[in-house]
């Protein structure tokens, strides 16, 4: 095996892959397609671009994102030391200047003696609209020839998808467009929520009320149901339709959106569209009220731990304020705690559930390795830690050591854990403490405490580890 180790992109996730690889002694070839050519989103020609938000989210530790980033200075990363380096202020989150915080990243790494750093486009021979072969770098060669971490991003080049495609089967490697939000189940109010399938489990004819409520309160749907009357319905509908979105990017427009149409786009067509639709409350019956509601929402079990739950059909291009504004007037969710925002836009990545373990090594073919957003880790500090986890472990398969699995009590590991966890129902997602082990032995209701706790029992752990 030869003794240096191809990353394929230079973001967040490659830059970091490429320091912790070269920190350790072990030659890196940095391949970056920029400035020689650009994705639709970005523009400028140094690594690490940030092309949406400059917020790196809170630094508190009663947030995930807060966390994950404490534990990555521990664990000496090199993008989150530049981000404190570069930070403007933002009150409680970690905000950076984003065109010095490029330029920095991309200044520390030219200085690495390790690291060589190479301006070329890799692409695939399985690409048959391509021209000037020669002067590019082909993919196939890359991963049949040393160990390689593929970092390239959820804007993949056309060329290099092909590659993956090829190389994870062709039925793993998505184009996801839509989302529905995703809620703590913690912060559901069950004085008004239920669960129950539809149909089973509205009152039969010839049940009881005593002994269909008998029945329904051992429920163990997959499913929660939020009932709603009609003045909370179109009170809903009505902010729904005034509701803020967001403006998308030329390259996420045209066909992007064909056959998951937007919550709010769907409202604006009659009042009544949504309650015919995806809040139809045909089959249900509300406990409360012995009766049918009106309309009503159903969350769908999103997690092995069913700690989290998304919003069936509620795809939407709302800003994300307005997400948590509009969708917490729904009864039950006026207190709901947003692990991940409903999104709809172009991002490439693989199933990984089924392909990746928790180093984001490939099981079917152990020399190449995945990080970033490809990987299905959502936002700037979670493909920054998944470059570290694949960086580190790169270095330990080349030199024959045992695999760095983090503790899945640390949010780190638990991230890990998550994108490799078998789960048919896989969607991208961002550090939040649904995904982690509960405290052994406490159950506290006060949320920020726990969070505290969970925290706590994290930096301990890794400190340990």
């Known amino acids: 095996m030869k003794q240096y180790i191809n990353i394929i992109g230079g973001g967040l996730a490659g830059c970091e892959a490429a320091y912790q690889i070269a920190k350790r002694g072990i030659k890196v070839k940095l391949y970056e397609m920029k400035p020689k050519k650009y994705t639709p989103a970005h523009s400028n ?108 991003g959820p804007l ?38 239920f669960y129950g399938d539809r149909y089973e489990q509205e009152k039969s004819k010839t049940e009881t009320e005593i002994e269909w409520k008998k029945r329904i309160s051992s429920n163990k749907s997959d499913y929660i149901n939020l009932p709603m009357n009609k003045e909370e319905y179109e009170n809903f509908v ?26 709010e786009i769907m409202a604006k067509r009659g009042i009544d569209t949504l309650r015919f ?59 709901s705690d947003f692990i991940k925002y409903g999104v709809m836009h172009r991002n490439t990545f693989i199933n990984s559930t089924k392909l990746l373990d928790s180093t984001f090594q490939l099981k079917k073919k152990q020399n190449v390795f995945l990080a970033g957003q490809i990987t299905g880790v959502e936002g700037y500090v979670e493909s920054i830690a998944s470059g570290l986890v694949a960086g580190i472990n790169t270095v330990n398969l080349l030199e024959n050591k045992e695999k760095t699995i983090f503790p899945k009590e640390t949010m780190i590991g638990a991230l890990s854990s998550y994108i490799s966890t078998n789960n048919d129902k ?33 930096l301990q752990i890794l400190k340990i580890y």
């Open 45 to 152: 020609k140094n690594l690490a671009e940030i092309v949406c938000s400059n917020s790196f989210k809170s630094d508190l530790l009663t947030n995930a994102c807060g966390l994950l980033k404490e534990e990555l200075r521990r664990l000496d990363s090199l993008l989150i030391q530049v981000a404190d380096e570069t930070k403007i202020p933002a009150g409680q989150a970690l905000a950076v200047d984003r065109e010095l915080f490029s330029k920095k990243v991309t200044e520390k790494i030219k200085t690495i003696e390790n690291i060589e750093i190479i301006n070329k486009e890799v692409v695939s021979k399985y690409d048959k609209n391509l021209d000037n072969i020669e002067e590019n770098i082909l993919f196939e060669n890359l991963i049949n020839g040393a160990i390689t971490i593929i970092a390239s």
């Open 156 to 193: 993949t080049s056309d060329s290099l998808s092909i590659g993956i495609r090829k190389l994870t089967g062709e039925d793993n490697l998505h184009f996801y467009d839509a989302a529905a939000p995703i809620i703590e189940k913690d912060s559901i109010n069950f004085d008004i929520a």
């Open 238 to 263: 009505n902010e729904l339709i005034n509701a803020e979105v967001v403006n998308l990017h030329e390259f996420e427009k045209g066909d992007i959106f064909e056959g998951c149409m937007p919550i």
């Open 277 to 335: 639709g995806p809040l139809k409350p045909v089959g249900f019956d509300d406990p409360r009220t012995c009766k049918r509601p009106y309309a009503i929402v159903q969350l769908r079990q999103d997690n092995s731990k069913a700690s989290l739950y998304n919003l069936v059909g509620f795809q939407t291009n709302l800003k994300y304020g307005e997400q948590k504004r509009v969708f917490s007037m729904i009864p039950g969710l006026e207190n």
């Open 426 to 458: 896989f969607q991208p997602m961002n550090a939040n403490f649904g995904i982690l082990p509960e405290l052994d032995g406490k159950k506290i209701k006060d949320k920020k405490l726990r969070y505290e706790e969970l925290s706590k029992r994290a």
